[in-house]
Each structure stands twice: as structure tokens, then as C-alpha cells.
């Protein structure tokens, strides 16, 4: 599972922050679209720790991931967040929030 801390917008005003993305594990490069990535896992087995990878829907990328990890279950990756982010006691309500702390560090908003 690669997350990765990177700058975060062009547009933001203080150029120190960063802020964690996914990356996919196939090219290494960011996800920036969950309707266009897919969550791999591997649920705890005898001998096995559970495993999660992200990867782009391109086929050279589940190729390549597939090659490193072996053939695993998937799901969406929009579904996979949504789910995560539920079963944590993430609201709506909480996202608004950090979304308007984000946008107000950015400076999009007074
Ligand atoms: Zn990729």
C-alpha cells in the first residue's frame, strides 16, 4: 500500500503543507480519479498478514501489481474509501468540515 506525502494544491498558501495521496502500486504514480482505481486486498490467512494495494484500472498497472503481489480480491477503490471511511465514523458532515479547513488554508476562502 503506498501512501505518500506530497505538496499539497498549486494554490495553496502555505507552501510547507502536505498532504497524503494514494499512489498506485502498479507505475507508482498518484491516483487522482477513485472512479478510475481499483483497492486490491488480501484478507488474513494462515501465514499471510492482510495486504491492501491501489491501482490505476490500466491494464499495464494491474499487470504490473499482479506480478508483485499475485492474483488478490478487488473493488472499487471509490467503493473501498467509502467503506473505510464509514466503518471510522466519517460523516458528510466531517468531510464539509475538513474540506472548508483545507480550502481556508489554501486561501480559496476568507
Ligand atoms: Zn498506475
Redesign the pocket.
Known sequence: MLIEFRKETENSAQENISCPVLV?D??G?QIHDAGKARAYYRLPTEGNDVGVWF??T?PS?EGNLELKVGRQQLRPLALFLTQLFNNSGFTPETMQEQLNIIKSRAGLVS
Do not use: F, L
Request: charged share 25%; with cysteine.
Open positions: 498506485c502498479g507505475c504514480k491501482c490505476h490500466e498497472c
